[in-house]
C-alpha cells in the first residue's frame, strides 16, 4: 500500500528557509527542487559579477538596487511557491526522500556550508571587490556628512594582498579628484578617508587658500573655507611647494579649515590605498530631531566625485 501523508504548508515554508528548494523537495517537487536551488546559486553568481561591475562603475547605485531586488523576489517566489504547493497539493505519495532524517541531515549540511563558504564569500568581496564605510566626521564636507553610509571600490586600483600589501593587477591609478580610502600612515590601525590632489612627480603648493600645481594654479571646486575664522588660526592656508615623491599621493579633505590630511602629515603611500569611493547607499542624520528627518533620503545613490 502506498505511504500518503498530509503536506503542512509551514513546514514547507520553514524547510525553503533551511535552503532553497528544499521546501519544494518536501512537497514531493525533488527535481524542481534542484532546479530551483541551482538558479539561486547562478543569481549568487550574477550578484558577484553585479559588485564588480559596481566597483568598476560600469553599473551604478540604482543597477545594484535592482540586482538585489531581482534576488529578494527569487527568494519570496520560492517561499510562495513551497507554501502555495503545499496547500495545493494537501496530500503527496512519499518518495524516498520524504524522510525526517533526510531533511535533517540536508539542513545539517546547509548549515555547515553557510558557517563556512558565507563567510569566505563575504570576506572575498569585502577585501576585493567593495567594501561599505560610515563617515565619522565633517572634514569632508559638504561631499561627504557625518552618517553618510557609502560603498567604497577595493577592485578599482587593484586586488590588495593580505599581509604582503601589494596588489594586483592595477587597473587604475588614483588621480586628481578621486575620494579615497586610505590606511592613515600615522596609526594604521585607522582608516581616513580624502581627494587626491596630487599624484607622484607632481609639484603641489597652496598660497593663499588657492592651489597651484607645478606652479600653475587649478580648478578647485572641492574645498571649501570658513570665511569667519580668524587668519591666525588658519596654519595651513599656505603650503609648500613640495614635491610628491614616487607611489605617493598628495591628499586634502574638502572642509579644508576642519581636515588633518597631507598638509599635517605627509604623503599617502599608494599600498596604503584601500579604494575609492563610489556612491551613498545611506545616510542618517543622528541630530535630527524629527524621526522623519534622521534619514536623509535625498543622499541615497548619490555618486561621489
Known amino acids: 500500500m502506498e505511504n500518503v501523508k498530509k503536506r503542512r504548508p509551514i513546514i514547507a515554508l520553514f524547510l525553503s528557509f533551511v535552503m532553497l528548494g528544499l521546501g519544494q523537495m518536501y512537497n514531493g517537487q525533488l527535481r524542481k527542487g534542484i532546479i530551483l536551488y541551482l538558479i539561486g546559486l547562478l543569481l549568487g553568481g550574477l550578484l558577484l559579477v553585479g559588485l564588480i561591475l559596481c566597483a568598476v562603475s560600469v553599473i551604478n547605485f540604482y543597477g545594484m538596487i535592482i540586482l538585489f531586488g531581482l534576488l529578494i523576489c527569487y527568494l519570496l517566489f520560492i517561499l510562495f511557491d513551497a507554501f502555495y504547493s503545499s496547500v495545493k497539493l494537501k496530500t503527496i505519495i512519499l518518495k524516498p526522500y520524504n524522510r525526517w532524517y533526510f531533511y535533517i541531515i540536508i539542513a545539517f549540511i546547509a548549515s555547515i556550508s553557510n558557517s563556512v563558504i558565507s563567510p569566505l564569500y563575504s570576506s572575498f568581496i569585502r577585501n576585493n571587490i567593495v567594501q561599505a564605510f560610515k563617515i565619522p566626521a565633517s572634514s569632508m564636507e559638504p561631499a561627504l556628512l557625518v552618517g553618510d553610509h557609502i560603498l567604497v571600490s577595493k577592485f578599482n586600483y587593484g586586488i590588495r ?58 580648478d578647485d571646486p572641492w574645498g571649501v573655507y570658513s570665511p569667519f575664522i580668524p587668519s591666525h588660526f588658519r596654519p595651513k592656508d599656505n603650503y609648500g611647494p613640495t614635491v610628491v615623491p614616487p607611489n605617493s599621493l598628495f591628499v586634502l579633505g574638502d572642509n579644508r579649515d576642519n581636515s588633518r590630511d597631507s598638509r599635517y602629515w605627509g604623503f599617502v603611500d599608494l599600498s596604503a590605498v584601500k579604494g575609492k569611493a563610489l556612491f551613498i547607499y545611506f545616510s542618517y542624520h543622528k541630530r535630527a530631531t524629527n524621526l522623519l528627518d534622521k534619514v536623509r533620503w535625498n543622499r541615497f545613490g548619490k555618486e561621489l566625485r
Open 161 to 218: 594582498i593580505p599581509y604582503i600589501g601589494k596588489k594586483f593587477p592595477t587597473f587604475h591609478k588614483p588621480k586628481r579628484g578621486d575620494i579615497i580610502v586610505f590606511i592613515y600612515p600615522v596609526d594604521p590601525k585607522k582608516d581616513f578617508i580624502k581627494r587626491v590632489i596630487a599624484t607622484e612627480g607632481e609639484e603641489v603648493q597652496i598660497k593663499n587658500r588657492k592651489l597651484f600645481i607645478n606652479g600653475m594654479a587649478i
